[in-house]
Antibody, heavy 118, light 107 residues
Framework: QVQLVQSGAEVKKPGASVKVSCKTS????????ISWVRQAPGQGLEWMGW????????KYAERFQDRLTVTIDTSTSTAYMELGSLRADDTAIYFC???????????WGQGTPVTVSS | EIVLTQSPGTLSLSPGERATLSCRAS???????FAWYQQKVGQAPRLLIY???SRATGIPDRFRGRGSGTDFTLTISRLEPEDSAVYFC????????FGQGTKVEIK
């Protein structure tokens, strides 16, 4: 079955970077992209960006353009999300999701809590 | 950026009743690129509806999505206790966005 398993919780200081992994299984990694979505405590969902596994191209939400990097490792079927210049308001749960081009997200990872605190 | 505004913020209904959730877009959304998700406490979102009206695999027919352009609706008929959750709409065009969510409480 399709599974997306994310790395564990992170605690970072303001100004640092965080890198979250999303290991996939149960499907052909090349056939779909990966989206990243975050959810601040008690808040709604915020789309951050997407990568096409097949082509390797990315699209980021404008507000994250200068500090978000989404990458993939096809040898391990794993996607990565790196967010830099962290601030307290980046404290959130970060989700990866299998997302084809022009498709909704049918499968999601379990989420990775990231806490930014001095 | 297309802004999605959901209403009401919270719905409190009894089992067996019908819930009607609304999502209004700031500009027209391609119908094919509209979805609804359910999120229970402590869980990842779960896709319910895509293409505005198609149910995802395993979603009971009590869940019905409708709409086009800027106005979309999710109807949950015959509410069950397990339907207690927050429901988010999403447009997944070139720059995806989510609504802020509607919380459904079962009395």
């Amino acid at each position: 079955q399709v599974q997306l398993v994310q790395s564990g919780a992170e605690v970072k200081k303001p100004g640092a970077s965080v890198k979250v992994s999303c290991k996939t299984s149960g499907y052909n990694f090349n056939d779909y992209g990966i989206s990243w979505v975050r959810q601040a405590p008690g808040q709604g969902l915020e789309w951050m960006g997407w990568i096409s596994v097949y082509y390797g191209n990315t699209k980021y939400a404008e507000r994250f353009q200068d500090r978000l990097t989404v990458t993939i490792d096809t040898s391990t079927s794993t996607a990565y999300m790196e967010l830099g210049s962290l601030r307290a308001d980046d404290t959130a749960i970060y989700f990866c999701a299998r997302t084809g081009r022009g498709q909704p997200s049918f499968y999601w990872g379990q989420g990775t809590p990231v806490t930014v605190s001095s | 950026e297309i802004v999605l505004t959901q209403s009401p913020g919270t719905l409190s209904l009894s089992p067996g009743e019908r819930a009607t959730l609304s999502c209004r877009a700031s500009s027209s959304v391609t119908t094919s690129y509209f979805a609804w998700y359910q999120q229970k406490v402590g869980q990842a979102p779960r896709l319910l509806i895509y293409g505005a009206s198609s149910r995802a695999t395993g979603i009971p027919d009590r869940f019905r999505g409708r709409g086009s352009g800027t106005d979309f609706t999710l109807t949950i008929s015959r509410l069950e206790p397990e339907d207690s959750a927050v429901y988010f709409c999403q447009q997944y065009g070139s720059s995806p966005t989510f609504g802020q969510g509607t919380k459904v409480e079962i009395k």
